[in-house]
C-alpha cells in the first residue's frame, strides 16, 4: 500500500524548459511534504519543502505546489539546466512528528537535454 | 564540517553471513534514521533513533535485522543471516531533531549473492 506515489518513472526535457514533476499522496494526516534529489552513487540531498498549511514555495529556481484537497503536489524547475538531471523523490510525513522517518515515494528519473 | 559517513560504501556478501554496516551522523544531530532502497524502489524506512529515547523499529523487515546507536552518536546496523533479497542501497540519515530536514549519507551498497 504505497501512500506516496510517483507515477512518472522518467521525465526528459529540454534545457531553458520547465520540468513539472508530480507526486500524489493518499494519507491526510501528513503534514509536511519534501523534495530529494539524488545523483548516482550519493545519498538523497534536500531540495524544497513545503507544510500542509501553505499551498505553494518557492526558492530559486524551484518552486513546490500543494493541492490539500487533490492530495496532490508538484515540483516546478524553471528554467531546467543539465545539472538538474538526476532522480526526485518526493516524501511526507506524519501530522505532530510523532512519527519521525518520512515515506518516500519511488523516485522520477529527471534528465535535461541540452 | 563533514557530513553524514557510511562504511562500508560497498559490501559483498553470501548469502548467510552476518553483515554489519556503519553510519557516523553530522555531530550533535539527536537524530538517526536508517533507510533502504532496493532496485526500482523507494526509499523505505528501517528504523529510527531519538536522543535517548527508544528506537522506532517499526520498519524492520525481519528479525534479523537490528541497529544500535551508541553514546548516542554512531550507529551500526546488523544483517544476520543475510538472503538476496537483503540486496539493496542502505541508507543512514541525520537531522538535529525529529521535525528536521534530513540529511543524508552515500549509501552502502549490499550485495548478496
Known amino acids: 500500500d504505497q501512500q506516496v506515489k510517483q507515477n512518472s518513472p522518467s521525465l526528459s526535457v529540454q534545457e531553458g524548459r520547465i520540468s513539472i514533476l508530480n507526486c500524489d499522496y493518499t494519507?491526510?494526516?501528513?503534514?509536511?511534504f519534501l523534495w530529494y534529489k539524488k545523483y548516482p552513487a550519493e545519498g538523497p540531498t534536500f531540495l524544497i519543502s513545503i507544510s500542509s498549511i501553505k499551498d505553494k514555495n518557492e526558492d530559486g529556481r524551484f518552486t513546490v505546489f500543494l493541492n490539500k484537497s487533490a492530495k496532490h503536489l508538484s515540483l516546478h524547475i524553471v528554467p531546467s539546466q543539465p545539472g538538474d538531471s538526476a532522480v526526485y523523490f518526493c516524501?511526507?510525513?506524519?501530522?505532530?512528528?510523532?512519527?519521525?522517518?518520512?515515506?518516500f515515494g519511488k523516485g522520477t528519473k529527471l534528465s535535461v537535454k541540452p | 564540517g563533514a557530513g553524514v559517513s557510511q562504511s562500508p560504501s560497498n559490501k559483498v556478501t553470501e548469502k548467510g553471513k552476518d553483515v554489519e554496516l556503519r553510519c557516523d551522523p553530522i555531530s550533535g544531530h539527536t537524530a538517526l534514521y536508517w533507510y533502504r532502497q532496493s532496485l526500482g524502489q523507494g526509499l523505505e524506512f528501517l528504523i529510527y533513533?531519538?536522543?535517548?529515547?527508544?528506537?522506532?523499529k517499526s520498519g524492520l523487515p525481519s528479525d534479523r535485522f537490528s541497529a544500535e546507536r551508541t553514546g548516542g552518536s554512531v550507529s551500526t546496523l546488523t544483517i544476520q543471516r543475510t538472503q538476496q533479497e537483503d540486496s539493496a542501497v542502505y541508507l543512514c540519515?541525520?537531522?538535529?531533531?525529529?521535525?528536521?530536514?534530513?540529511?543524508f549519507g552515500p549509501g552502502t551498497r549490499l550485495t548478496v549473492l
Open positions: 494519507n491526510s494526516m501528513f503534514d509536511y
Open positions: 533513533f531519538q536522543g535517548n529515547s527508544a528506537p522506532d
Open positions: 516524501a511526507a510525513r506524519l501530522v505532530g512528528g510523532s512519527q519521525g522517518n518520512l515515506i
Open positions: 540519515a541525520s537531522s538535529p531533531g525529529l521535525n528536521n530536514e534530513q540529511f
